[in-house]
């Protein structure tokens, strides 16, 4: 059969894990973990996306929620194997139903974590507004404005204390070398240490970008759905499947950003994630940019190998 080559450039996105990067193509994976002897181990499979069985999940819309569900999977399998072939530990040896079970349970408390951090406590910091601001929860735009505002503002706290563990900082250096590496690829540079080193740490098309997206929205969902009349048992049950929809939304939104990144009003609109990467990377060091090479190079050679065997 006459090989078929890809139309267009092959998108990428990755995120940085424990001492490596993941990327991710639209068929593939790849894992690059430096570890403590300086050599770079690389593991590389197919992503099993649930689009590929079921084509109505493609649709603009419903794709986002897509997306965002398989890349905290995928996200957090990567950091869960990174820290382990860092660490030495075999990965298939740690599978057992202990690992697993500890697994299950870290996941639980992470959910829980999340739900206690930006849905119950904003929720209750604008009950303590209301008391003193009568009006506060009178209005369902102004109330949720003022949760949401206290969601960005838990958010940016958390990560801005995290970020002085030095352990967060190399994760950061590595998030650093991943954008400078799609970078280069993005301008069909050759993924080499000197043509990566001069390109910046911070790129329109973060998922850093899409969470203040999410917030945005999430405005405007939760002042239709949910009214301030509301106690808090109802909020988190409505709330997190309205993450569906806002999810979509923002996929949609952020894929129209990185189309249109020069436009002016763009710009501005985008201007508040970009400024939040300032803290999320950092500048990597050139162990750090050949190992997101390595992750890069991984997938984009099995994309290409997928493409000539259509």
């Known amino acids: 059969?006459?090989?078929?080559?890809?139309?267009?450039?092959?998108?990428?996105?990755?995120?940085?894990?424990?001492?490596?990067?993941?990327?991710?193509?639209p068929h593939f994976y790849s894992i690059a973990v430096c570890k403590k002897n300086k050599k770079i181990f690389n593991k590389s499979g197919r992503v099993n996306s649930l689009s590929d069985k079921y084509k109505f999940l493609k649709l603009p819309f419903i794709r986002g929620f897509v997306v965002l569900y398989e890349s905290l999977i995928l996200g957090y399998k990567a950091l869960d194997y990174s820290a382990n072939i860092y660490e030495n530990i075999n990965p298939a040896k740690k599978k057992s139903n202990k690992g697993n079970f500890e697994n299950i349970i870290a996941f639980i408390i992470s959910i829980l974590f999340a739900i206690i951090l930006f849905i119950i406590i904003p929720y209750y910091l604008m009950r303590l507004i209301e008391v003193k601001i009568k009006s506060a929860g009178q209005s369902s735009i102004f109330f949720n404005l003022g949760i949401c505002i206290f969601k960005i503002s838990v958010f940016l706290l958390?990560?801005?204390?995290?970020?002085?563990?030095?352990?967060?900082?190399?994760?950061?250096?590595?998030?650093?070398?991943?954008?400078?590496?799609?970078?280069?690829?993005e301008e069909s540079k050759k993924l080499n240490y000197n043509n990566i080193k001069k390109y910046p740490t911070i790129h329109p098309r973060c998922g850093t970008a899409f969470i203040f997206i999410t917030f945005v929205i999430s405005i405007i969902f939760f002042a239709i759905f949910l009214p301030p009349k509301f106690n808090?048992?109802?909020?988190?049950?409505?709330?997190i499947p309205l993450?569906?929809?806002?999810?979509?939304?923002?996929?949609?939104?952020?894929?129209?950003?990185?189309l249109y990144k020069n436009n002016?009003?763009?710009?501005?609109?985008?201007?508040?994630?970009?400024?939040?990467q300032k803290i999320t990377t950092m500048?990597?060091?050139?162990?750090?940019?050949?190992?997101?090479?390595k992750a890069a190079q991984t997938v984009l050679n099995l994309e290409k190998k997928y493409y000539q065997n259509k």
């Open 1 to 25: 059969m006459k090989s078929k080559k890809p139309q267009k450039k092959t998108n990428i996105g990755g995120q940085a894990v424990i001492e490596g990067v993941l990327m991710r193509s």
């Open 243 to 258: 993450i569906i929809p806002i999810a979509g939304i923002s996929y949609e939104i952020l894929k129209l950003t990185d």
């Open 264 to 276: 002016l009003i763009i710009k501005i609109f985008i201007f508040p994630g970009l400024a939040f």
């Open 158 to 185: 958390y990560i801005w204390a995290i970020s002085f563990l030095k352990d967060i900082k190399r994760i950061f250096m590595f998030h650093g070398a991943e954008h400078k590496t799609i970078f280069a690829y």
């Open 232 to 239: 808090i048992i109802y909020r988190i049950l409505i709330e």
């Open 283 to 293: 500048q990597p060091d050139k162990l750090q940019i050949m190992t997101a090479i």
